[in-house]
Structures are given as structure tokens and as C-alpha cells.
């Protein structure tokens, strides 16, 4: 049996050996509550408070503005929640390409009726086309979320946050960014991007899964999300998964401190697929702005559509290689990718999205690209 080659890294990560030591003692002896007012207790809350400050330092961020969460789905929620409900968002404007987290959130308060929602155009190459995000904001009668992400999971383009910011800031409007696929991935400074809400997930970047963060501007009051208690400084409700909590914090610093190695590193295996790929299958074609502002962890494919090519995710995992076909979310499952549907809708192309980490190799690229050579 050949080793597995692991290349959905936009799925999910595996967790870093120095997280995991980090975290070892809160499973383990420091399993105090941290509400709890004695030494096990107090132990546990010098943990989450310090994890805290160690994440809002990394971003630039006042510690009071970060909000520990299960992870990035329930931030954005949370997030746009609060906008409509407590801010005054009546009118949502979105793009059709984000992910279910934000789309379903938004379609939910539009079928309850708590806002109306409209949807950006996208120009060819999949970025927002921002003249029109312009002319919907100065058209809106209602003060406006604009909840877009900063970078595809599927196709990887990056949006201009700061652009965004500012026009939000000339019609008022709130400001949600899902930057579950760069937090970790970009530096970032809270103090002097123009953005309301931004969210994270720590297995995005080698830290432990069900734990997330959500950054809230110290100029925005909201309720919480969920009720029950005082924790997250009375925001969330529900005893703080402490371990998770640390495991974020020494993944973002680790992530954080080789930032610049890594992602060259990383960027380099991408450029190299996409060469080894169109030297090697005829046809082939990349989604998305790939060389120009774009995640450099992420290569959505297109390959043509044969009697092989068509069961080419199973077939990739009987070679023992993981990939996604579109998002992650919808692994294992055949249908098709709202992404994908929304950029390049092209009945004779089958889409695979490769995501690479630190751990992957040209040598792995290679296999994967003669594995795909000989399946179509």
C-alpha cells in the first residue's frame, strides 16, 4: 500500500506536533473549569486569557476584540446574526460564491424576513466586480452588511479588503469578511484594515478542528449568539474549549513566525503542478484570477471530461490521493460545486481542487500529475 498523499489542505490540515504539546497539559492535568475560582480553575483562564492576547497581538488586534468560537461557520453566523438584528442591517449584499456558512445564513434571513439580500456580479475571472458592489451600496435605501470573502476555498481568488472597507465606510455600511482560508495563511492588521467582522478556524492552519475565532471592532456592540452564561466576556455562552483555545493560539504563532518561508515554499509547489499539469494533459485549465491575487495554497483544475476523467475523485482515492472536487464541504459527495457553477459552467470539464501545505513535495506532485495522466 503506497502512502497516502494528502492534497485537500484547504479542507482541513493535519495538526502541528508543537500544537498538540501545547495543548497535552489542558487535556491532561490543567483540566480545571475555567470559571471555577480556585488554582484549577484559574489556571484555565490564565490559559484562554493568554491565548487571547497572543492572537490579537498576531493580528493587530485589541485582545477584547477577539471572541473564541467552535470555529468559523458559527463566527460568521454570529456575525451576520448581529448585523441584521442588532446593527440595523436590513439589506445584505453578498457574492454567489461564498461559502454555505454565509449563504445559508443569508438566505435564512432573507426567508424569515429580516432583510432582503442582493448578490454581487462576478467579472470573468471570478473577482467581485467592484463598480457594481459600488453602484448597490449608493442605491440602497437601507443600511447595508456586505459579508464577502477574503478568499475563495475553491478558487482561491482574493478580494481587496481594503477596497471593500472603505466603500463600506462611505455608505455606512457593516462589514463582514470570512477569512477562514487566510487567517493563518497572510498577515494581518486589525489597527488599519477598514473591517467590522473577520473570522478564523484553527484547523485551517495546523491547529485543532472545532475551535474558531471572531473578531468583533471594538466600536461595534452586539447580543450574543448563545444564551446561558458569561463567558466570552458575556458573548458566548458555554464552557470555553480551553485546550482548543491554546491549540489556536501556539498554531497562529507558529504559522505567524514562518509565514514568509512557508508560503514561498507553498506558492512554489503550486506553480509547479500547474506547469506539470498543462506539460502533461491536454486541455487542461485552471479556474479563478490563479496567477494574479490569488491564495497561493489553493489550484482549482479543470480537466476534460472522458468516460475516466468522470469518476476521477474515486479514482484519485484508489491511488491513495486526497483532493476535493470544488469545496470541501461536499467531499465524497458528486454534486456539483455552487463555486464553480457561478465562474466557468462548462459541462465538458471535470473540476479537482488541489490545496497544498508545508508538508506536501514536488515529488508528490509528481506522482499525482502521472496518477491523473494515465486516468484520463
Not at 100 to 124: F, R
Not at 136 to 161: F, Q, R, W, Y
Not at 233 to 257: C, D, H, P, Q, S
Not at 299 to 305: A, F, G, Q, Y
Amino acid at each position: 500500500m503506497s502512502e497516502r498523499i494528502y492534497l485537500d489542505n484547504a479542507a482541513t490540515t493535519p495538526l502541528d506536533t508543537e500544537v498538540l504539546a501545547a495543548m497535552m497539559p489542558y487535556l491532561t492535568t490543567h483540566f480545571g473549569n475555567p470559571s471555577s475560582i480556585y488554582s484549577y480553575g484559574r489556571e484555565s483562564r490564565l490559559a484562554i486569557e493568554n491565548a487571547r492576547k497572543t492572537v490579537a497581538k498576531l493580528l493587530n488586534a485589541h485582545p477584547a476584540e477577539i471572541f473564541f468560537t467552535s470555529g468559523g461557520t458559527e463566527s460568521s453566523n454570529m456575525a451576520i446574526t448581529a448585523a441584521v438584528r442588532d446593527l440595523g442591517c436590513k439589506h445584505i449584499i453578498s457574492s454567489p460564491i461564498e461559502h454555505h456558512a454565509t449563504l445559508h445564513c443569508v438566505e435564512q434571513m432573507q426567508n424569515s424576513g429580516q432583510a432582503t439580500v442582493s448578490y454581487v456580479k462576478l467579472l470573468p475571472n471570478g473577482h467581485v466586480n467592484m463598480d457594481y458592489l459600488a453602484a448597490l451600496l449608493a442605491a440602497s435605501t437601507e443600511k447595508c452588511l456586505v459579508t464577502l470573502m477574503h478568499a475563495n476555498n475553491e478558487i482561491g481568488n482574493l478580494l481587496d479588503m481594503e477596497r471593500v472597507g472603505e466603500l463600506c465606510k462611505q455608505y455606512n455600511a457593516i462589514f463582514h469578511c470570512d477569512t477562514v482560508q487566510t487567517v493563518g495563511h497572510y498577515p494581518f492588521n486589525l489597527k488599519k484594515t477598514p473591517v467590522h467582522f473577520i473570522t478564523g478556524a484553527g484547523h485551517k492552519f495546523h491547529g485543532p478542528k472545532g475551535v474558531g475565532i471572531l473578531y468583533i471592532n471594538e466600536n461595534v456592540k452586539i447580543k450574543p449568539f448563545v444564551h446561558g452564561g458569561t463567558q466570552e466576556r458575556n458573548m458566548r455562552a458555554g464552557t470555553e474549549n480551553v485546550y482548543g483555545i491554546v491549540g489556536f493560539a501556539k498554531a497562529l504563532e507558529i504559522a505567524t513566525t514562518n509565514y514568509e518561508a512557508d508560503s514561498a515554499y507553498i506558492k512554489s509547489l503550486k506553480l509547479y503542478m500547474m506547469a506539470a499539469l498543462g506539460k502533461n494533459i491536454n486541455g487542461v485549465s485552471f479556474n479563478g484570477d490563479v496567477l494574479g491575487n490569488s491564495l497561493y495554497t489553493v489550484l482549482s483544475v479543470n480537466l476534460p471530461k472522458t468516460d475516466k476523467s468522470e469518476m476521477i475523485l474515486f479514482n484519485l482515492d484508489i491511488h491513495n490521493i486526497c483532493a476535493s472536487g470544488g469545496s470541501a464541504c461536499t467531499s465524497g459527495a458528486s454534486q456539483g460545486s455552487h463555486v464553480i457553477d457561478a465562474v466557468n459552467p462548462n459541462p465538458d470539464y471535470v473540476t479537482v481542487r488541489f490545496s497544498f501545505s508545508k508538508h506536501n513535495t514536488k515529488q508528490e506532485i509528481d506522482t499525482v500529475v502521472m496518477a491523473l495522466k494515465d486516468m484520463i
